[in-house]
């Protein structure tokens, strides 16, 4: 398993006070691909769902769950559009994935995320910053968005000033926001995220 995010917002989540502890349930965003972070809540012990835009990353996903035995939920879904009720879940988790939405549709998808997020519940989210290694690769197609060709597919990067994704937390309290910064060896790629951690009042 190679999901430092998910390890960091769980460990998190176990050093809060017993009664500020979510429930463990949890929704992620863009959940597919060949190592779903999912696993990690997976095993320990929360109920999971997930959602991804893309079939082939849901496939990939569902290989993970059929070799390790485990089922974790993830179907097609859209996280600008989340088909789930309001208040649904006690945590919401998105991992390198958001950024890959245009800036206006970011604004949606974190209305989104919001709006199932729980009272009290806990939204872990992360974000890339301009000081990414891939900042100003491809073509401008926006302000701070580029689209480039990633594994054959042509794709859209969003990319943030140090406090530009603040405009999406006005309405809940941000308990931690870091900026990360991974050395990618085997990509030779240096990723520079903003991450952060914010619970709905
Ligand atoms: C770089 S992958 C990250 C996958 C996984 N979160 C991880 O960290 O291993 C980005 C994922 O976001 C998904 N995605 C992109 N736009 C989406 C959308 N509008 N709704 C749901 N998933 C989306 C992609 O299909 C892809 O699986």
Redesign the pocket.
């Known amino acids: 398993m190679y ?1 430092p ?1 998910a390890y960091r917002f769980l460990h998190f989540i176990e050093t809060l006070e017993s009664d500020k502890k979510p429930e463990k349930r949890v929704l ?6 060949p ?3 999912l696993a990690l809540f997976h095993l320990m012990g929360y109920e999971t769902h997930g ?4 079939e082939a ?1 849901v496939n990939r996903a569902y290989d993970f769950s059929d070799k390790y035995g485990i089922d974790l939920n993830i179907r097609i ?4 559009a989340l088909d789930f009720v309001d208040e649904s879940f006690s945590c919401v988790y ?4 958001i950024f ?2 245009t800036k206006s ?1 970011t604004a949606k ?1 974190m209305m989104e995320m919001k709006r199932v997020l729980a009272q009290g519940g806990l939204l872990y989210v992360n974000f890339l910053s301009i000081e990414d290694q891939g900042y100003r690769e491809g073509r401008e197609v926006g302000s701070g968005e580029w689209e480039s060709m990633e594994y054959g597919e042509v794709t859209i990067h969003s990319f943030y000033e140090d406090s530009e994704p603040d405009k999406y937390f006005e309405d809940v309290e941000i308990l931690v926001k870091e900026k990360r910064i991974m050395d990618l060896r085997t990509y030779n790629h240096k990723m520079v995220t903003i991450e952060y951690i914010a619970r709905r009042p």
């Open positions: 999901s995010n992620d965003c863009g959940a597919g691909g190592r779903p972070p959602i991804d835009i893309a990353q879904g859209d996280m600008r998105s991992q390198n994935s890959h939405l549709d998808a």
